[in-house]
Structures are given as structure tokens and as C-alpha cells.
T-cell receptor, first 115, second 114 residues
Framework: AQTVTQSQPEMSVQEAETVTLSCTYDTSESNYYLFWYKQPPSRQMILVIRQEAYKQQNATENRFSVNFQKAAKSFSLKISDSQLGDTAMYFCAFMSVGGSEKLVFGKGTKLTVNP | DAGVIQSPRHEVTEMGQEVTLRCKPISGHNSLFWYRQTMMRGLELLIYFNNNVPIDDSGMPEDRFSAKMPNASFSTLKIQPSEPRDSAVYFC????????????FGPGTRLTVT
């Protein structure tokens, strides 16, 4: 079974600075998807970024980028130019390709952006 | 597009009562997921449907939980009888054929069982 580990329960960053959230996972599969979801206080789950394991290029979405290290089974999220609206819980998630479509989530990292 | 719609947004009930949560997926999506979020266990999949057929119900905690998807635009998650340990936020999500991996979540239903 796949597992996803987020080792940082809480983090904080100053507005306009850069922060990196860590995620590691365990799987025996060679092809899969990895995701970062954001959950603000409204509790809505919002997809931030997606990475396909067979693509070596790291995904980017505006201020959000990932560092995907397949051999190390590591998938970190970098948020540049942090904004107050980035304050939220961030969840790393795993999905198999060709198998079950379910998302396997980490326990989350609570990020606070300070003014 | 209206997004995934869930009702009710909040539900407070007494132990032993039946609870029904409802979900309308995004039009055209063919996969529907029910997740539960608690402080202790985090986010976990309960069940998912593909083309209205249950595919993986390994996360359903016990016989008190049941889920149905009678058509492509509606699903229910029922708990009978409810217990205090069922208190959680229940999310419904859907995904489409074109981009199978991207799941779109509803706003969730916060259930409190007293």
C-alpha cells in the first residue's frame, strides 16, 4: 500500500518570501501522479499542482513549483512571493496510474503567512 | 460550471439517527469519490464510483455506512445508525474522462453526532 508522509506539521513564512513544504512517499509502482492540494479555512480542497511520475520536468503553476526526486521518492512544494491568501493547510497526495483512482493523502502541513 | 455540490453543509444529529449526505458531481464527470476528514485519521477515501458502479469500497468503515449512485448526477452516503465517532467532514469529489487524475472537491459536509 502507498503511504504519504509530510514531516512538517506547521510552518510559517513572511509575506513575499519563499517557503518549501516537504513530502515523501512510498510505493512500488513506477508510474503515478503526485499532487499538492490547498485547504484554506473555508475547508474547500483546491488542487494547486500536479506531477506525472514519468515526466522528469518539474511542474510549475505561477508562484507554485515542485521539486520531484523520483529516486528519493520526494515531492516538495515551493511557494514563491508568499501572499496572505496562501495561509492554509497543504496536503500532498498520491494516485496510481492504471490502478485505483483514489487519492492517498499525507497528514498535511499548516502554513501561516505573516504580514 | 457550478462545481461539485454537496448538501447539507452542516448536519447535527443525535446518536442512533440516520444521516444522509448528498452529492451532485460536475456534469460530464464519470467518477465520483467520497472522502472523510478527521483530526485523527486525516483524509481517507471511503468509496468511489466509476460510471455509477462502485469500484473501491475498501474504505467504508462498517455496515452502518452505505453509498449509492443511482444516476450520473447524484450520489448519497448514508450512515445508519450514526455514532459520535462518525463526526467528521465528508467530502465528495468528481473527475472526468479527459483528465482522469484531477479530482474536484465539493465544499464538504460537517457532520456532528451527539
Amino acid at each position: 500500500a502507498q503511504t504519504v508522509t509530510q514531516s512538517q506539521p506547521e510552518m510559517s513564512v513572511q509575506e513575499a518570501e519563499t517557503v518549501t513544504l516537504s513530502c515523501t512517499y512510498d510505493t512500488s509502482e513506477s508510474n503515478y501522479y503526485l499532487f499538492w492540494y490547498k485547504q484554506p479555512p473555508s475547508r474547500q480542497m483546491i488542487l494547486v499542482i500536479r506531477q506525472e511520475a514519468y515526466k522528469q520536468q518539474n511542474a510549475t503553476e505561477n508562484r507554485f513549483s515542485v521539486n520531484f526526486q523520483k529516486a528519493a521518492k520526494s515531492f516538495s512544494l515551493k511557494i514563491s512571493d508568499s501572499q496572505l491568501g496562501d495561509t492554509a493547510m497543504y496536503f500532498c497526495a498520491f494516485m496510481s496510474v492504471g490502478g485505483s483512482e483514489k487519492l492517498v493523502f499525507g497528514k498535511g502541513t499548516k502554513l501561516t503567512v505573516n504580514p | 460550471d457550478a462545481g461539485v455540490i454537496q448538501s447539507p453543509r452542516h448536519e447535527v444529529t443525535e446518536m442512533g439517527q440516520e444521516v444522509t449526505l448528498r452529492c451532485k458531481p460536475i456534469s460530464g464527470h464519470n467518477s465520483l469519490f467520497w472522502y472523510r476528514q478527521t483530526m485523527m485519521r486525516g483524509l481517507e477515501l471511503l468509496i468511489y464510483f466509476n460510471n455509477n458502479v462502485p469500484i473501491d469500497d475498501s474504505g467504508m468503515p462498517e455496515d452502518r455506512f452505505s453509498a449509492k449512485m443511482p444516476n450520473a448526477s447524484f450520489s448519497t452516503l448514508k450512515i445508519q445508525p450514526s455514532e459520535p465517532r462518525d463526526s467528521a467532514v465528508y467530502f465528495c469529489a468528481s473527475s472526468g474522462r479527459a483528465l482522469r487524475s484531477e479530482q474536484y472537491f465539493g465544499p464538504g459536509t460537517r457532520l456532528t453526532v451527539t
